[in-house]
Structures are given as C-alpha cells and as structure tokens.
C-alpha cells in the first residue's frame, strides 16, 4: 500500500502572524490605571437638559433558582434581566457597572432566586449603591411544570413564561408586576353547535399580567401555580407533553364538553384572577391560531379592582 505524504506549509510565528493581520505594538501609557486618578465621566455635574425615565442595561443572562408548588419544585432556569434606574438632569450618567456587581454579589452568596422579597431587597440595595432614590429590576424566565396525562398518568413536562418585575421607589414604596403565559387548547363553541358532528379546535395562548399587593409576598400558595390554574383551568382542554390514546380519548372529550371562544377564555380568567387577593390589577389576553381560517382570533380585559374603591 503506498501512502503519499504532502509536505507541510511553512507558517510564519504567532507573532508575525498578528503582525500580518493587523496587529500593532502598544503605544506607551500616559493615563492613570489606578481608578482613583481615573476620570469618572458618568459623575459629571451640570445641566444635562432633561431627567432620564430609566437609564440602566438589559439582556443580561443569567442563571436562577426557582421554587414551586409544583414538580420540580426546586429548579436551575436562566433568566433575561433589566436593570433600571431614573436619572436627574444634573448627572451625565449612572455606574453601569454596579447593576452587575450586585448581580454577582448575590450569586456567590447564592441567594439569587426568583422570590419577592429576595427582589425588593435587592433593588433597595441596588438604589443605595447607585445613589438613587428608585431602582428596578426585570426578570424573565420559562418556568417548567410537571403534567401527567389524564388516564396513562405518564408525566412530562410542560413550562410557562414567566416575568417579575420591582420597582422600588424611595417615596411611593414597591410596585410588584408579574406575567404568565402558557398553552391551552379551545374547542370552538360555533363550529360545535352549527356541524352535524366533530367540531374543530385550536391551540391558544393565554397571556397574564397583574399588578400585586403584599399578600404575594406573605402567600402560603405560590402564585405561579395560581396564574396557570386560572388560565388552564377555564381552558377546553390543558396541553400534554406525554398522550396515549386512552389520554388522547379523554382531552378530545373534555375539550368538547367545554367549547370556548377567545372571548369566553379573557372573560373566565378574568373572574378567577378577581377573586385572588393578592391581585389588585390585571390583564388577561388570548390569542387562538385557527386551524380552519387563515388568521388568529384574540380578544383581552383589563380590570383594576382598585377603582372599585373610588367614590
């Protein structure tokens, strides 16, 4: 057997090899390196014309711990963070750097999770160490649930999107937000009522946002699991991740014991999520991709049961 060797390149050295695309020799230093001597722009005093709504960063990756009712109840998940704070017309700017040094300070500690209060003493913290009366922080993450299918009782998992958000403000206190967004199937109450039989169904969308009190905070119950039982539960049908044809015989039926139009889906969550204590705001929107037209159909609510109070 006769093998044919090729002769190797010759390749100039690392070095020379970065010299040839482009790389220079340092020029010599003349500014300070220790950080006391440094220029500090952003702490610049003057009149920067106009306050700044919110001034911070944002699509920051980063890994949390999330806890539950429901399995798996302990969880690693990543989150998307923002950080945010207001900005006065005297500063030229904020230390972007301290968002992510408390970030990290709170993850050597392992602390870092997504729970309320964890989140309201951060963005207090976060204030003082940026100086400033108010902070916020957002965090979004999925959010993966255990479901088990009807008959077979094989398990899966299935997740929500979830978002927290705090806002602490020095005068006015914390404002507490949260969204859940999960999958249902809906079964369209025409379709059903005007064919001879069978009637054709949808995967949905169900999109929660509510604005919280304290009782989120002190609530035995975890509120992610609240949210999802009040979109899944005035649902058609819940999705699986795992059906056997005796589940399958069981969602088709469900589904068409319960027909929904988008509107009955905001209407029903909606009267879920005023009956929580702990919700004083909310809005409730879905969204079905018709498997017969060529468009979706939505339709939302929104509801603050704080007017209730007014007059």
């Known amino acids: ?32 390196i220790e950080k006391s001597q440094m220029a500090d ?18 699509n920051v990756k980063h890994p949390l711990s999330v806890t539950g009712d429901l399995e798996p109840k302990i969880q690693s998940s990543i989150a998307n963070i923002s950080f945010s704070t207001s900005l006065k017309s005297t500063s030229k700017g904020t230390n972007m750097s301290r968002f992510t040094e408390q970030l990290s300070t709170y993850y050597r500690q392992g ?39 009807p008959q077979s009782d094989l398990a899966g998992l299935n997740h929500a999107d979830i978002t927290m958000k705090v806002i602490y403000d020095y005068q006015t206190g914390y404002t507490l937000s949260a969204s859940l967004s999960a999958l249902i199937t809906t079964l369209c109450p025409c379709s059903k009522e005007i064919s001879e039989y ?21 609530a035995e119950m975890d509120w992610k699991t609240l949210l999802l039982e009040a979109a899944e539960s005035n649902a058609s049908a819940r999705i699986h991740p795992v059906l056997k044809r005796p589940d399958e015989k069981m969602v088709t039926e469900q589904a068409y014991e319960n027909p929904r139009f988008v509107e009955d ?12 204590d702990m919700v004083d705001k909310f809005q409730v929107a879905c969204r079905n991709e018709e498997s017969i037209h060529m468009h979706d159909a939505i339709a939302s609510v929104t509801y603050d049961k704080r007017t209730e109070n007014l007059g």
């Open 41 to 58: 722009l952003q702490n610049t005093k003057k009149d920067f014309l106009f306050d700044l709504d919110a001034v911070g960063i944002s």
């Open 198 to 218: 069978s009637a054709h169904n949808q995967r949905g969308v169900v999109s929660i946002d509510v604005e919280l009190n304290e009782g989120a905070v002190q």
């Open 111 to 149: 602390v870092f999770q997504a729970d309320w209060q964890l989140l309201k003493t951060f963005t207090k913290e976060l204030a003082d160490r940026l100086d400033q009366q108010d902070a916020t922080i957002e965090l979004q993450f999925p959010w993966f649930f255990e479901r088990r299918g």
């Open 265 to 276: 889906m905001v209407r029903l969550v909606a009267a879920d999520l005023y009956e929580m």
């Open 1 to 32: 057997m006769n093998t044919k060797f090729f002769p190797l390149k010759q390749l100039p050295s690392k070095a020379e090899r970065h010299k040839l695309f482009g790389s220079v020799l340092p020029v010599p230093r003349t500014k300070p």
